[in-house]
């Protein structure tokens, strides 16, 4: 592994195999934002709230407007209809995990010239989000060949939740149980946050074990039962299984509520009996939840997960003691401090700048694409699509004000005048613009020159928001967009929303 000698150093021991493939998912560029993490500190979220957590937002009245954008990019390369249908399905538990009810859903999507790929993307998104009952209201579709092989696909999902009921992912303590809900751990999904953190391979059929499979009825459920047992206060910390499983989930809630956690491989419910120990920490099975509950809570969150159909374990214990410990029983496989475990190392940054010239993109969007998608359910919607399918708005009767909705991107050197333009576009519209959600779509960090024309984005970002007040509420950063024969052009995507008060 990369980073071994460090990890030797931090333990004053060797690490074991099986700690090995822990480390190697949590100090992914994935994971660990090995480039991007001290320029994003740079990003002004001052206004925003819960910045910190899964997906933040703005404060609206009572309540609060939750939404983040994520990357599918590799997956969506491979298997174009499960990578862009479980991007829907992550991004979704992002702000269901903090007990907010989905209520929308974007996409801003770059292509090339394969077909096979437009026709998956695009029906992958369809088919989840028209199966979960979330519309999706605002779609971007741009082309350019150097998208064919390494396609952009970032989508966000935006909730609504009452402001003093929000669950966040750093409240966990001592003496809590650990508990699995959702689908039976599986071998799909392997090693997906490293997947992410590299260029694509030649062979794209290598990297299939990598793409998760998508299950939007049991993420319906899921989904409900969630947000049932949230209402009826019996989770006290929630985390999704995103990018490295069980593994990332357990081990930030044990990061950021300042404790460890205890976890036996075999209470976990598995739906694989060949699967290795590894491989049940860092499987991305989709619609798995990860919950920190009282111990008296657990027969109560038992029935409803029963009324819903939907398996779960109790898988573990949190600690006082900072560890994060792994056994089978008796067994101990791993016992590692919980941050050496989440801090991975800090890389060298190479800002050297190169000339570059950007590609003209095309605008391929279309009634063909964006009529898949229902974009009505919920009867929240306020527009069509045919008027500007970037752009709609909902309406938040808890509120009784309208939600605009934009989603757009650029190139690096077009940021902030996209950003001005999408303010503009606002105001025009007579909506107060106030928050905006990022996807940073960049190639190779350690190639000149990523990191320069990334820290450009960051402060093109930086200086909008400090003009306009628009904070910065949530992100993703996606690197590695390339592949042997080509790369991508450099484009980050944004959701900005804004509000309209309803006339008296």
């Known amino acids: 592994m990369k980073y071994k000698n460090y990890i030797t150093e931090k333990l004053n021991r060797k690490p074991n195999e099986f ?27 001052d206004k925003a709230v819960f910045a910190a957590e899964n997906a933040g937002g703005i404060k609206i009245g009572r309540h609060a407007v939750l939404f983040k954008m994520e990357s599918h ?15 829907i399905g ?81 409240s966990a303590y001592a003496g809590l149980k650990l508990m699995l809900v959702g689908s ?3 071998k799909d999904g392997m090693g997906g946050a490293s997947f992410a953190s590299k260029k694509l391979s030649d062979e794209k059929k290598e990297d299939k074990l990598s793409i998760q499979i998508a ?7 899921l989904i409900e039962a969630c947000l049932e047992s949230f209402n009826k206060k019996l989770v006290v910390t929630c985390q999704d299984c995103g990018a490295a499983g069980i593994l990332s989930s357990t081990s930030e809630i044990a990061f950021k509520s300042n404790v460890g956690v205890d976890i036996d491989l075999d209470k976990i419910h598995i739906g694989d009996t060949s699967i290795k120990d590894f491989e049940i920490m860092l499987s991305e099975t989709q619609e798995r939840m990860l919950f920190a509950v009282k111990e008296e809570n657990i027969p109560r969150i038992k029935a409803i997960m029963d009324k819903y159909e939907i398996p779960y374990s109790v898988i573990g214990d949190v ?15 791993a016992d590692l401090p919980v941050n050496v475990l989440v801090t991975p190392p800090s890389v060298p940054l190479d ?89 940073l779509n960049f190639a190779n960090p350690e190639i000149p020159p990523t990191m ?3 820290k450009k984005a960051i402060l093109a970002i930086k200086k909008f928001c400090e003009e306009s007040g628009v904070t910065v509420c949530s992100g993703n950063v996606s690197f590695y967009n390339e592949s042997s024969t080509s790369k991508i052009i450099n484009m980050p995507a944004f959701t900005m929303i804004g509000v309209k008060k309803a006339p008296r």
């Open 73 to 87: 990019n590799h997956p969506c390369a491979v298997e174009p209809f499960n990578g862009a249908a479980t991007g």
């Open 452 to 454: 320069a024309e990334f």
């Open 184 to 186: 039976h751990t599986m």
């Open 351 to 439: 800002f050297t700048e190169i000339p570059i010239t950007d590609p003209p993109v095309k605008n391929i969007n279309s009634p063909e694409i964006y009529n898949q998608y229902d974009h009505t359910v919920g009867i929240r919607t306020q527009l069509q699509p045919d008027d500007n399918p970037q752009f709609n708005s909902l309406y938040l009767w808890e509120e009784n004000c309208s939600l605009g909705i934009y989603t757009f991107s650029s190139t690096v050197t077009e940021t902030y005048t996209a950003l001005k333009k999408a303010e503009n576009e606002f105001i025009k519209r007579g909506f107060e613009p106030e928050g905006i959600t990022n996807c």
């Open 90 to 170: 992550g991004i979704v538990r992002d702000v269901l995990a903090m007990n907010a009810r989905p209520i929308a859903l974007c996409n801003s999507l770059k292509f090339g010239n394969d077909k096979r790929i437009i026709k998956g993307v695009v029906e992958g998104i369809s088919n989840y989000g028209n199966c979960i009952g979330v519309p999706t209201v605002s779609t971007e579709v741009l082309y350019n060949e150097r998208f064919t092989e390494n396609p952009l696909v970032n989508v966000t999902a935006i909730g609504i939740a009452k402001f003093d009921d929000i669950i966040t992912s750093n």
């Open 215 to 221: 299950n939007p009825f049991m993420k319906k459920k």
């Open 19 to 45: 700690e090995l493939h822990l480390f190697s998912a949590t100090y992914s560029e994935h994971c660990g934002y090995l480039h991007s993490k001290e320029l994003l500190k740079l990003l002004p979220k």
């Open 319 to 333: 600690i006082e003691r900072k560890s994060y410990i792994i056994r089978r029983g008796n067994n101990i496989l």
